[in-house]
């Protein structure tokens, strides 16, 4: 059960949603200390906080260029399930770039490649983070 709660717990700490989003965003800490007016360390730190105030959570919205409610409502399972279901039905071939229709191959709006490159590295943080609450279960530890 502790696998669980730590997941659960997560969903609801804002400061972990912050950092996703700015990742996803593709800015840098220190790019967003420079739009909010504060240091990277206040971001650092702002990103370990579990609770952020309306006030505060609103600049960093607005910083990140996303609504307040699609930042506290953000959950990288989601993220997961609509990027997978995209690439799934959208018709995209690897090798071609485009979808193959009628003899012509038309143009499809895909994520630029830093924001795959970024998505892609939260992918890999999160399936470390659950290797590493599976293995801790295994032992019988706690972080």
């Given amino acids: 059960m502790e696998i669980e709660s730590k997941f659960l717990e997560s969903n609801q700490h804002v400061g972990l949603k912050i950092g996703s989003v700015r990742r996803l965003v593709g800015i ?9 007016k504060v240091t990277k360390q206040a971001i650092s730190k702002l990103e370990q906080t579990e609770n952020v105030d309306d006030e505060r959570l609103s600049k960093v919205a607005m910083a990140l ?6 930042l506290k409502n953000f959950n990288t399972e989601n993220v997961l399930y609509y990027t997978n279901n995209f690439y799934e039905n959208c018709g995209v071939s690897a090798t071609n770039g485009g979808v193959i229709g009628t003899g012509k191959i038309e143009t499809v ?3 630029p490649e830093h924001m795959m490159k970024l998505f892609e590295e939260l992918i890999k943080m999160e399936r470390e983070k659950f290797r590493e609450a599976t293995s801790d279960k295994k032992r019988g530890t706690k972080k």
Avoid at 28 to 36: D, F
Wanted: overall charge negative; aromatic content about 6%; cysteine-free.
């Fill in 28 to 36: 840098t800490q220190q790019e967003l200390a420079e739009r909010l």
């Fill in 65 to 70: 260029g996303v609504s307040v409610e699609g």
């Fill in 109 to 111: 709006n895909a994520f």
